[in-house]
């Protein structure tokens, strides 16, 4: 069974700074699709950057990267110019494409405070 | 935008009681789906619906049932609410054509049962 592993429970960064959050993931999978989903307190979760493992290329959107490594199974999540908005839970999330339509598997979270 | 509505954001209810959590999206989404938060597991999956009257277990369905009879809402249902049900739950929906995993979150709602 496929797992996700996010082994920092919580993290903590200046403003400005870049942080960095882990995730693992266990799979016998070839072709799957990866995520990094954002909950700020009190609101929506939403999506904040998606990879398929198919490319090679690290996904980047504005202040946030990937750094996706295939045959470690890890990915990733780079924050640069952190702002206090960026204070949330992440989620790190795996899915078979293919399969039950939007069965993500979450890992357990990462709590980030941006300190000012 | 797409908007995913929960019902109520705040519940509190006794040990027993039938609770209903109602959940509405405007996007014309196939896809709906109801996930329990609890600090330290994550999210977990209780129930999807991929179609009106179509339903799926997820990895916990033990003690939830859910109703799609519109495309636009589903319902979470706990026929006799226990203290370990006291959790965040949260609705999500997504379409099906080309669906590339990008799930739309309501605000959840936190249910606290005693």
């Known amino acids: 069974a496929q797992t996700v592993t996010q082994s920092q429970p919580e993290m903590s960064v200046q403003e400005a700074e870049t942080v960095t959050l882990s995730c693992t993931y266990d799979t016998s999978e070839s072709d799957y699709y990866l995520f990094w989903y954002k909950q700020p307190p009190s609101r929506q979760m939403i999506l904040v950057i998606r990879?398929?493992?198919?490319?090679?290329q690290n996904a980047t959107e504005n202040r946030f990267s990937v750094n996706f490594q295939k045959a470690a199974k890890s990915f990733s999540l780079k924050i640069s110019d952190s702002q206090l908005g960026d204070a949330a839970m992440y989620f790190c999330?795996?899915?078979?494409?293919?399969?039950?339509?939007?069965?993500?598997?979450f890992g357990k979270g990462t709590k980030l405070s941006v300190k000012p | 935008d797409v908007k995913v509505t929960q019902s109520s954001r705040y519940l509190v209810k006794r040990t027993g009681e039938k609770v209903f959590l109602e959940c509405v999206q405007d996007m014309d989404h196939e896809n709906m789906f109801w996930y329990r938060q609890d600090p330290g597991l994550g999210l977990r999956l209780i129930y999807f619906?991929?179609?009106?009257?179509?339903?799926e277990k997820g990895d916990i369905p033990e003690g939830y049932s859910v109703s799609r009879e519109k495309k636009e809402r589903f319902s979470l249902i706990l026929e006799s609410a226990s203290t370990n049900q006291t959790s965040m739950y949260l609705c999500a929906s997504s379409f099906t054509s080309g669906y590339t995993g990008e799930l739309f979150f309501g605000e959840g709602s936190r249910l606290t049962v005693l």
């Open positions: 619906s991929y179609d009106v009257k179509m339903k």
């Open positions: 990879q398929e493992a198919y490319k090679q």
């Open positions: 999330a795996y899915m078979t494409p293919g399969g039950s339509q939007g069965n993500l598997i």
